[in-house]
């Protein structure tokens, strides 16, 4: 596996996707019910656009890290500006973030195929067979994994918007008013949405894998722009269509809606059926990025070969996926790995670039 793909470098447009893509992941369908829930009114899809507004700005903050050390990765600068010390724990604590994140990822997976698919297939083999696929795309290089993103991305962007014109006749007014209820139920909200932007500091890392890296702010700007009003339209759309009280007792609904189009004299009775897979491999997306940053950071840590870092953190995966007895815990399990992105992956990164700042450092 070897091959030409490890050597390619990232073009603006794979970065964007790929940012998209890693942001897109369980959060895409749970997120109406998490948001108003937490809001506990119909703006709360304010929310959504005001965490992707910030998104943005800390996404450009990491972009001026990166640039105080040209054509090097988040694990490798982090010792040039702390020490190899603190920055080999720095890199081994992100890369357990990582893997944490990678179980979660397997295991919402295998959760929503036996809810909808493979009812009777346990979800210890189901994530078995996910995680080995995803082992086979990460051995290839994080360039096989961004061009299997370019492929069906158009295809996750185009189903999904497709399930909101289909529904838009179900759409009523009135469950999303009043559109503004006062800041604290939005700032409320907005404290829901942090697992549905987990992902977009993989900038840190990709930046230096990239063609032009002076196009970083735009394919960042882009790349979170997608997802934040892909999910102010999701939002928007769920609760105008089932209402806010009814949203909120929905497990995945995104997909209820899915399930409530009707087309008439249409050969496929259940709409779902098309959407299920894209969802599916847009997790699968996210497992496959957070797995190769795992096994990158074990790799920089313990200074052993790229299969070694890989094939010895997949019994963790497994067993932290396995970790929830049921569900509710599942997405307890989520709610943290979305704190623990806020301290990781957004508080340390911001600490570093103040401390590089005041060392006047630069590479």
Do not use: C
Not at 81 to 89: C, D, L, N, R, Y
Not at 339 to 363: D, E, F, H, T
Request: charged residues 10%; without cysteine.
């Amino acid at each position: 596996m070897k091959s030409a793909l490890n050597t390619s470098e990232l073009t603006q447009n794979q970065v964007t996707i790929g940012i998209s893509l890693t942001v897109l992941g369980v959060g895409m369908i749970t997120l109406p019910r998490e948001v108003f829930t937490a809001a506990g009114v119909a703006s709360g899809w304010v929310s959504v656009l005001l965490t992707g507004i910030i998104a943005a700005g800390v996404m450009l903050l990491m972009i001026v890290l990166n640039n105080r050390y040209p054509g090097m990765s988040y694990y490798q600068y982090n010792r040039i500006i702390v020490g190899s010390w603190i920055g080999g724990f720095i890199t081994l604590i992100t890369s357990i973030y990582y893997v944490t994140f990678a179980a979660f990822e397997t295991r919402a997976m295998a959760e929503l195929i036996q809810m909808f698919i493979l009812d009777r297939t346990p979800v210890s083999f189901t994530m078995l067979i996910f995680i080995g696929t995803a082992v086979y795309l990460v051995l290839g290089g994080y360039s096989a994994i961004f061009r299997l993103f370019e492929l069906y991305f158009p295809a996750i962007i185009f189903f999904t918007l497709l399930i909101m014109i289909l529904s838009a006749n179900q759409f009523e007014m009135n469950h999303i008013r009043p559109f503004f209820e006062g800041f604290p139920p939005i700032m409320k909200g907005m404290s829901a949405t942090v697992l549905s932007f987990v992902g977009m500091e993989i900038i840190l890392f990709i930046q230096a894998f990239m063609r032009k890296p002076e196009r970083a702010k735009k394919a960042a700007v882009y790349g979170i722009a997608i997802p934040t009003v892909l999910y102010a339209i999701i939002v928007i759309m769920v609760g105008g269509i089932m209402g806010v009280g009814e949203t909120m007792t929905l497990v995945y609904p995104l997909m209820e809606l899915a399930k409530s189009i009707e087309i008439r004299n249409f050969f496929f009775e259940r709409f779902e059926t098309f959407f299920i897979p894209l969802w599916i491999l847009s997790i699968f997306t996210t497992l496959a990025i957070v797995l190769y940053l795992a096994a990158l950071g074990i790799k920089t840590v313990f200074n052993v070969k790229k299969e070694t870092a890989v094939f010895s953190i997949i019994p963790i995966i497994y067993i932290l996926a396995m970790t929830p007895k049921n569900i509710n815990e599942m997405f307890t399990m989520g709610v943290w790995i979305g704190y623990s992105m806020l301290a990781i992956g957004v508080g340390i990164p911001l600490i570093l670039l103040l401390v590089s700042i005041l060392r006047r450092q630069k590479q």
